[in-house]
Structure formats: structure tokens, C-alpha cells
């Protein structure tokens, strides 16, 4: 675990500020140095985790070091550039796991999991933009996510949907939607919020333009300013609007009993944008909204009595219920055609051979047109 001084070292050289103002981030940060060698033997089967050496303070701030000097190398040439320092005598793997913990630290991506491994010969930049890519145009579902945002917040997604919310230290997994985890609907949120505000305050310091390229924001240590608004603008105004209290109180037992940054629950009055509203598109976290959207409108029955609703209101029944009606009806017409040939052939009989009042042929057959009637109104 780092020491104070190393946190004041961390704080100053990646972001340009002090401790307190990194929130819960160096929970993250200690956390990295001391456990991160475990999830090491996923990405190199044959190394044992007694022959490799710890992730320390100073090697990470090395690796950071060249991370930001050049983004575009891949992941091998940021491990050659490590080992072809003066005094350096740790293995291959010891570097590349130094690395890995390194992008984790600075931009809070993890990138040891399988299936979200910065590959050896995949450059930086290229790895950042596929875990988190931008979309060059919002669509449609994005565009109407973001307009209905207000049917998004925490409270309505709790008691209408029932869905929880969990943290993550991994930014790459913000507004992630699990509809199947095994507690039920999960909406996973980065929650580090002063840990976002630290970069774009870092971002601020070197005059960034709107939209730079996210090879020049990297060189900074940073993400690019669109993602870190949005991720910001995502929490603090659509899921948990300050002005929300029911909304609010959900993030307060977050913060208490789950563990979340309280920085969150802190009011800081930043804008999407300072000077237009593109910024509202959503380029980054767009689709993830949608999601979130579609799963509202198409969320599947929690018991017996919603599952008979749901297929009582399916196109599959509305149709078998359309073509009954059709049924029904051409019976009923063929029972009233029936009963009105019938009346005829009876005017008929009676105006040929009349009958007195009391015939018992003529009673019988007004009886059965009176069944017959009566069937055709049921």
C-alpha cells in the first residue's frame, strides 16, 4: 500500500492536485498495487504469481511516464521502453503487468480481464477508443434516449423495474445494463466522480479545445472531455438529479451501505458544454442509454400474473384473439341467416295453408325460432 507521501506524489504527477480532492480514487489505487498480481495468470498462463514481483509506486509513475510521452505505442514497445532503462532488472512480465496496472490507475480502464485485454501488439490510443469508442453520429434510439431522459431516474428505475445499481472501478463498464445477473436487473455506475472532475480540471490547466483527438488528451494523462462530461452529466443529472429527493436518497444509501464516491452527491455546476448543446448527443455512453431505454419498454414479467399480461398483449395472441372474433362472427351470422330463412318459410306456410292460433305444429316451430333467437344473441 502506498504511503502519504506517495499519494501526494501520485495526486500531483497525474492529475495536478492534492489527495483530498481525488475522492475515493487511491481506495482504487492501493487496491491496484496490492491485488493486482492475482488476476495476472488469465493474461500469462505460464508465469506463477510467486515469480512476480509486486506492482510498486515508482514503476507505475515510469510507466504512466511513458504512456503519456508517446499513446501510440503498443503494448510490447511500452514494455521494451521500461526494461531499456538504466538499472532494470525485472523480467517481461513484471513490465507488462506494471503497464496493464499503469492504464488502470491513470485512465481507470481495466485491461487484464479476457475479453477486455490490451492485446501485445495493439497500440494505446487504438485500445482506449475500442473499449470505450465514440460514435461518429448519434442514432435514432440514442436521440430518444437522451430526450426522454427524465423516465431514467434512479428512483423510477427502481420501483417501476426493480433494478439495482452497483459500482464499478472500471470506466469502460459505466450505465453497463446485466438484465440477467443472478440479484436481478443491474445497472453498473463508475461512480468516482472526483476522480472525473480531477481530470477534466487537469484538462482545463492546458486550455484543451472542445473535441481534441484522444491521442492528444492521453499525451495529457487524460480521457477526452466529452467522456468525462457525459459520465459526469449521466450520474449527477439524469440518474441522480440533485433536485430529485427520491432519487438523492437512493444515492445517499449508495454511498453509505455500497461504498460509493460521496463526491457524487455533490453539486459542482459544470456544463455539457460551454458554448452549444452537441454536447448532449452522447456520443460515448449514447447506446448504453438506449439500452437502458429498450429494457424499460420490452422488460420481461417478474411473476405468473405478468407473464399471462405480457401474452395477453403479444402480437402472437392479439392475432389468435382477432381470428376468434372472426369465427365467432360468422357464426353468429350463419345462426341469423338460419333464423331468418326460418321466419320466412314460416310467413310462407302460414299465408298458403293458414292455421288457427292454437295449432300445435305452428307453436312448435315459433318455439324452436325463439331458441334459435336466443342463440344468435349469446
Known amino acids: 500500500m502506498a504511503s502519504n507521501n506517495d499519494h501526494e506524489r501520485v495526486a500531483d504527477e497525474l492529475f495536478g492536485t492534492v489527495p483530498p480532492a481525488l475522492g475515493l480514487y487511491f481506495h482504487v489505487y492501493d487496491s491496484l498495487l496490492v491485488h493486482k498480481g492475482d488476476y495476472v495468470l488469465p493474461f500469462e498462463d505460464s508465469v506463477s504469481p510467486a515469480r512476480i514481483r509486486p506492482v510498486t509506486n515508482d514503476g507505475l509513475l515510469e510507466a504512466a511516464a511513458v504512456l503519456r510521452r508517446d499513446p501510440a505505442l503498443t503494448l510490447d514497445q511500452t514494455c521494451e521502453h521500461l526494461a531499456a532503462r538504466p538499472g532494470r532488472t525485472s523480467g517481461t512480465h513484471e513490465f507488462r503487468l506494471t503497464t496493464l496496472v499503469s492504464t488502470q490507475a491513470v485512465f481507470m480502464l481495466d485491461s487484464t480481464e479476457p475479453a477486455e485485454r490490451w492485446l501485445p501488439g495493439e497500440r494505446f490510443v487504438d485500445f482506449v477508443s475500442r473499449r470505450i469508442p465514440e460514435t461518429a ?163 420481461p414479467p417478474r411473476n405468473g400474473f405478468e407473464r399471462w399480461i405480457k401474452w395477453q398483449t403479444s402480437e402472437s395472441n392479439a392475432f389468435a384473439l382477432a381470428l376468434a372474433a372472426l369465427l365467432i362472427s360468422v357464426v353468429v351470422g350463419f345462426l341469423g341467416l338460419a333464423v331468418a330463412a326460418l321466419q320466412t318459410w314460416i310467413a310462407w306456410e302460414a299465408w298458403t295453408a293458414p292455421v288457427s292460433n292454437d295449432d300445435d305444429t305452428l307453436a312448435t316451430l315459433r318455439e324452436i325460432v325463439d331458441l334459435l333467437r336466443d342463440q344468435a344473441r349469446r
Open 137 to 299: 453520429g448519434i442514432s435514432a434510439a440514442a436521440k430518444s434516449a437522451v430526450e426522454n431522459q427524465r423516465s431514467m431516474k434512479a428512483w423510477k428505475l427502481r420501483a417501476r423495474f426493480r433494478l439495482l445499481f452497483k459500482g464499478t472501478t472500471n470506466l469502460a463498464h459505466h450505465l453497463l445494463l446485466d438484465p440477467l445477473h443472478p440479484d436481478g436487473p443491474t445497472l453498473y455506475i463508475f461512480h468516482y466522480t472526483a476522480f472525473l472532475r480531477a481530470q477534466l480540471g487537469r484538462l482545463h490547466q492546458h486550455k484543451v479545445q472542445k473535441d481534441p483527438d484522444t491521442l492528444a488528451c492521453l499525451k495529457l494523462g487524460c480521457l477526452p472531455p466529452r467522456l468525462i462530461i457525459e459520465t459526469l452529466h449521466s450520474i449527477q443529472t439524469i440518474l441522480f438529479h440533485f433536485s430529485d429527493h427520491r432519487s438523492s436518497r437512493i444515492l445517499e444509501r449508495l454511498i453509505t451501505k455500497q461504498g460509493f464516491d460521496d463526491d457524487c452527491a455533490q453539486i459542482h455546476g459544470y456544463k455539457m458544454s460551454a458554448d452549444d448543446g452537441d454536447m448532449m448527443e452522447y456520443r460515448y455512453w449514447g447506446e448504453r442509454l438506449a439500452a437502458l431505454q429498450a429494457f424499460m419498454r420490452e422488460r
